[in-house]
Protein backbone atom coordinates (compact mmCIF):
# COMPACT_ATOMS: atom_id res chain seq x y z
CA UNK A 1 0.00 0.00 0.00
CA UNK A 2 1.16 3.60 -0.46
CA UNK A 3 2.67 5.39 2.19
CA UNK A 4 3.49 8.75 2.78
CA UNK A 5 6.88 9.93 4.92
CA UNK A 6 6.96 13.14 6.97
CA UNK A 7 9.20 15.37 7.80
CA UNK A 8 10.16 19.16 8.57
CA UNK A 9 8.06 19.19 11.65
CA UNK A 10 9.40 20.34 15.28
CA UNK A 11 9.12 23.30 17.79
CA UNK A 12 9.69 26.87 16.29
CA UNK A 13 9.35 30.63 18.04
CA UNK A 14 6.13 32.78 16.87
CA UNK A 15 6.91 34.75 13.86
CA UNK A 16 9.29 31.73 13.10
CA UNK A 17 9.07 29.61 9.84
CA UNK A 18 8.93 26.08 8.79
CA UNK A 19 8.86 24.01 5.97
CA UNK A 20 7.25 20.46 5.92
CA UNK A 21 7.78 17.84 3.16
CA UNK A 22 5.47 14.83 2.62
CA UNK A 23 6.52 11.71 -0.03
CA UNK A 24 5.57 9.03 -1.03
CA UNK A 25 7.14 6.10 0.03
CA UNK A 26 7.20 4.43 -3.70
CA UNK A 27 7.35 7.13 -6.78
CA UNK A 28 6.40 3.56 -8.82
CA UNK A 29 2.49 3.07 -7.92
CA UNK A 30 0.37 1.82 -10.64
CA UNK A 31 -1.56 5.08 -9.70
CA UNK A 32 -0.79 8.78 -10.23
CA UNK A 33 -1.49 11.37 -7.87
CA UNK A 34 -4.18 13.79 -8.67
CA UNK A 35 -4.22 16.49 -5.88
CA UNK A 36 -1.87 16.70 -2.14
CA UNK A 37 -3.25 18.49 0.45
CA UNK A 38 -1.80 19.52 4.18
CA UNK A 39 -4.43 19.24 7.13
CA UNK A 40 -4.12 20.04 10.56
CA UNK A 41 -5.22 18.61 13.88
CA UNK A 42 -4.91 21.02 17.31
CA UNK A 43 -5.57 18.93 20.42
CA UNK A 44 -9.69 19.14 20.97
CA UNK A 45 -10.53 20.36 17.35
CA UNK A 46 -11.09 18.81 14.68
CA UNK A 47 -9.09 18.02 11.68
CA UNK A 48 -9.26 20.60 9.07
CA UNK A 49 -8.00 21.46 5.79
CA UNK A 50 -4.88 24.16 6.03
CA UNK A 51 -3.67 24.16 1.88
CA UNK A 52 -4.38 21.62 -1.38
CA UNK A 53 -2.55 21.39 -4.71
CA UNK A 54 -3.94 19.89 -7.81
CA UNK A 55 -1.75 17.96 -10.32
CA UNK A 56 -1.91 21.11 -12.49
CA UNK A 57 -1.03 23.48 -10.03
CA UNK A 58 -3.80 25.03 -8.78
CA UNK A 59 -4.09 26.00 -5.13
CA UNK A 60 -6.43 26.43 -2.48
CA UNK A 61 -5.80 27.50 1.53
CA UNK A 62 -7.98 27.85 4.67
CA UNK A 63 -8.39 31.58 5.21
CA UNK A 64 -6.45 31.32 8.29
CA UNK A 65 -3.30 30.71 6.58
CA UNK A 66 -3.63 32.63 3.59
CA UNK A 67 -0.59 34.78 3.22
CA UNK A 68 1.58 33.13 5.45
CA UNK A 69 1.64 29.49 4.02
CA UNK A 70 2.91 27.89 0.87
CA UNK A 71 1.67 24.57 -0.89
CA UNK A 72 3.89 23.45 -3.81
CA UNK A 73 4.58 20.13 -5.41
CA UNK A 74 7.42 18.23 -7.25
CA UNK A 75 5.46 15.52 -9.16
CA UNK A 76 8.39 14.38 -10.23
CA UNK A 77 9.60 13.14 -6.60
CA UNK A 78 5.95 12.93 -5.74
CA UNK A 79 6.40 15.30 -3.14
CA UNK A 80 4.43 18.02 -1.42
CA UNK A 81 6.25 20.65 0.72
CA UNK A 82 4.44 23.61 2.58
CA UNK A 83 6.35 26.56 3.50
CA UNK A 84 5.26 28.17 6.97
CA UNK A 85 5.78 32.08 7.34
CA UNK A 86 4.74 34.49 10.53
CA UNK A 87 4.10 31.29 12.38
CA UNK A 88 1.38 31.69 15.62
CA UNK A 89 1.02 29.76 18.71
CA UNK A 90 -2.58 28.60 17.03
CA UNK A 91 -0.65 27.31 14.20
CA UNK A 92 0.25 24.92 16.58
CA UNK A 93 -1.12 21.15 16.03
CA UNK A 94 -0.47 17.29 13.95
CA UNK A 95 -0.09 18.47 10.71
CA UNK A 96 -0.71 15.29 8.45
CA UNK A 97 -0.18 15.24 4.35
CA UNK A 98 -3.26 13.36 1.93
CA UNK A 99 -2.57 11.78 -1.39
CA UNK A 100 -5.23 11.78 -3.89
CA UNK A 101 -4.71 8.92 -6.52
CA UNK A 102 -6.40 8.77 -9.72
CA UNK A 103 -8.78 6.03 -8.59
CA UNK A 104 -10.21 8.11 -5.98
CA UNK A 105 -8.51 6.58 -3.13
CA UNK A 106 -6.38 9.07 -0.72
CA UNK A 107 -4.06 8.28 1.92
CA UNK A 108 -3.04 9.64 4.95
CA UNK A 109 0.61 10.29 6.17
CA UNK A 110 1.31 9.95 9.90
CA UNK A 111 1.28 13.12 11.00
CA UNK A 112 3.88 15.28 12.26
CA UNK A 113 4.07 17.69 14.97
CA UNK A 114 4.24 21.73 14.88
CA UNK A 115 4.82 23.74 18.07
CA UNK A 116 5.08 27.26 18.14
CA UNK A 117 5.74 28.69 21.19
CA UNK A 118 5.37 32.40 22.45
Known amino acids: QVQLVESGGGLVQAGGSLRLSCAAS??????????MAWYRQASGKQRELVAL???????NYADSVKGRFTISRDNAKNTVYLQMNSLKPEDTAVYYC??????????WGQGTQVTVSS
Open 26 to 35: DSGTFFSINA
Open 53 to 59: ITRGGST
Open 98 to 107: WNLYNNNVGY
